[in-house]
């Protein structure tokens, strides 16, 4: 009886332990065919991320009570096409960080997104950098993750919800060379999002680099609008620009949309360098959990110029400047 006791006693301390604590494997895989056109030559491809990078990732939580609470991220980025590893072959690329919830907000340390990224991702198209994008041909890839970082995110209070963040670049030889320091603020209420973001990088000695995100969306039921605005400073003059995206997303029944983008992109510190991009994007959503999408994307680029049209993963064919590519696409793309 004494037995029987103690193991029922026992069975129901492991579920009270599972009941407080979880881990959720998921994943995405998205797979594209990809024919573009620039002008000279005809390239077909089939690439991994079109909407949202193929990956793999682990997360978990656990309660410690009065409002407190651990968890942990673990993503691997992968190139469904070959199987390989994505963001240059490491292992949890994508994101992998440990944190603390608190009831004042959350901190986590590790590899993570800047603001910056968060913003661009809640106001664009759809939300994520995809295929349908200009901010996506446009952003500069290296300032949307950092590593060594530290990030503490408040709790939404009236719909605003902060952020604070910064990275260390762990240079001997400076203190501050390779350093990311990022804030944001973004309110929700009902059909409106809006948000700001800054970030400032150190590149050099003599040079730091700044971008500012503004963004906002509005959902009137027949139509999403959403705007983007980014500026990109620099000490040297070297890398200074301004980047607007216009978005619309239109529902078409309950099973599948349509999404316009018009996308504008002006090189401040080379001349003739500045680009239009327009996309047309139409996604048919067979369940929760699968979407085929299909769209069209024309880039008009200035003599200086040679932007492509890319993916959430999947690459932009080279070009040499002043290049006009068009491209056709059309993918798969289910989460688990």
Known sequence: MKRSFAFAAALTACAAASAQSSVTMYGVVDQYFDRTDTGTVSVNRLQSGGLAGSRLGFRGREDLGGGYGAFFLLEMGINADDGSLGQGGLGFGRQSFVGLATPYGDISLGRQYVPHFYSLVTYALNG????????????????????????????????????LF???????????LGNVSAASLSYASGPLKAGVAYTQRKTTAANTDRYLVVGGTYDFGVVKAGLVATQRRDDNNTNESTLYDLTLTIPVGSTSAVALDLGRFQNKSVANADSTAFTVRYDYFLSKRTTLYTGLAKIKNDAGAAFGVNGATGAAVALTPGQDPRTFVAGIRHTF
């Open 128 to 163: 994520g950098l995809a295929f349908g994008q200009s901010v996506n041909y446009y952003t500069d890839p290296s300032v949307l993750r950092a590593n060594n970082s530290v990030s503490y995110s408040t709790k939404t209070w009236n719909g605003f919800t902060g952020q």
């Open 166 to 176: 910064h990275a260390m670049g762990e240079n001997a030889a400076s203190k501050s």
